[in-house]
């Protein structure tokens, strides 16, 4: 039996290629951690600490809670650790921590408002009913109130902050949620409880009976996606800076290996010195295009004044074709409904409407269908490459 989580099932989404290095394949990665997830764990556990000691009535002061995170700093930190901010250094993200903490200790200070009932608590969470799909996470913290409300807090230390109607369809907290409405039957209103530490907010919502089992289908399903899946593709997107794979992935392989090397290593190696130099011939290849353009007009303008149709030169003749074609609204254009509408109505529609050939032909590439009809489509097409000439060399 496998057991899931929210993280896991994210991961597939987010790349499948991870996915499969880092659950299938159990790959061990080059790149330890990001600073930013260093940060982000020690500030959590000050968290831990700030609230433990709370259930064994001592609290903190702001000053020891920071004497215990440069502490922790020190003790963990590893010169592996990646920067992927290259501008900042780990001092600044040290501060960035020391700050958030600093925050929190003010606004909640102190901190009684609620009872801790679990910290970094473990969920299992069967979500058939049955043991085939099996849920955990930890929860950051878990408290309840004098009236018999429960609150699932997490602490984010990203650089970013979501919209509430995001987080209202965020995944990670609902699953625990619906672990909590299991595990505590006595449980009143479950609140989710986000605290963006890097903006000092803390945003909080709720989810319905029917919003939570909705939610545990989907999970369901997307696990059932999981275990079918054949193939792992990459999926390029901004978390693959922050991914601890990126050497080890075919996208970012080879942009990752020379990234550490020195100016000289680096501009001596094959790769770059090929995509160096067919960057070099695309600017050229675009400085020609740009030629051929005005020379091209020169060419209507002299055959126009000349009235001519061939003009001759040394090697070749240049053939100027010219007819007279009406155009019709693009798709994009705000007539286009009109001339539909009115095509339609004339029962013109099957007179003018065509296949789209280019959009088959992609299709044709990863294609929709069953194996029987991709073929019997294939027997239309021709795989050959398309070339245009547009001048004629002289016998």
Avoid at 95 to 112: A, C, R, T, V, W
Avoid at 298 to 313: D, I, Q, R, T
Wanted: charged share 30%; proline share 4%.
């Amino acid at each position: 039996m496998t057991v899931y989580s929210h993280s896991k099932i994210s991961c597939f989404e987010n790349c499948p290629f991870k996915y499969k290095l880092k659950y299938i394949e159990k790959v061990r990665p080059e790149i330890e951690q990001t600073i930013e997830a260093f940060m982000g764990s020690l500030v959590h556990h000050v968290m831990e600490k700030l609230y433990r000691d709370l259930r064994f009535h001592k609290l903190n002061t702001l000053e020891q809670l920071l004497a215990f995170y440069n502490e922790q700093w020190e003790k963990n930190w590893n010169p592996a650790i990646l920067l992927v901010r290259r501008e900042y250094g780990p001092e600044n993200y040290r501060l960035m921590g020391e700050s958030y903490i600093q925050n929190y200790y003010k606004k909640h200070h102190p901190f009684d408002t609620t009872k801790t009932v679990g910290l970094e608590q473990r969920i299992l969470l069967d979500l058939d009913n049955d043991g085939r799909y099996m849920l955990q996470g930890y929860m950051d913290r878990l408290a309840c109130t004098d009236g018999g409300a429960y609150e699932i807090h997490d602490y984010k230390t990203n650089s970013t902050l979501p919209l509430k109607e995001y987080l209202a369809e965020d995944r990670q907290l609902a699953l625990y949620a619906l672990a909590v409405t299991r595990s505590y039957p006595n449980a009143g209103k479950i609140k989710l409880v986000w605290h963006f530490l890097s903006f000092n907010q803390d945003i909080t919502l709720q989810k319905t009976e029917q919003q939570l089992e909705r939610l545990r289908l989907e999970t369901i399903e997307n696990i059932r996606r999981i275990e079918s899946a054949s193939e792992f593709p990459t999926h390029v997107s901004k978390l693959c800076d922050w991914c601890e794979f990126r050497p080890m992935c075919p996208e970012w392989g080879h942009v990752a290996k020379t990234e550490v090397m020195t100016i000289n290593r680096f501009l001596s190696e094959p790769g770059v010195k090929l995509v160096n130099r067919y960057a070099e011939l695309t600017e050229k290849k675009k400085a020609v295009e740009d030629e051929m353009e005005n020379v091209k007009e020169a060419l209507f303008k002299f055959a126009k004044e000349n009235n001519v149709s061939m003009v001759a030169g040394s090697g070749y003749n240049a053939k100027i074709w010219r007819a007279e074609k009406l155009r019709f609204p693009g798709k994009n254009d705000a007539s286009r409904q009109e001339l539909e509408d009115f095509i339609n109505k004339a029962g013109l529609w099957r007179d003018v409407s065509s296949l789209d050939t280019f959009v088959l032909s992609k299709k044709m590439e990863n294609p929709p269908w069953p194996a029987d009809l991709v073929k019997a489509v294939e027997r239309f097409g021709k795989r050959e490459m398309i070339e245009r000439v547009y001048l004629r060399k002289k016998d």
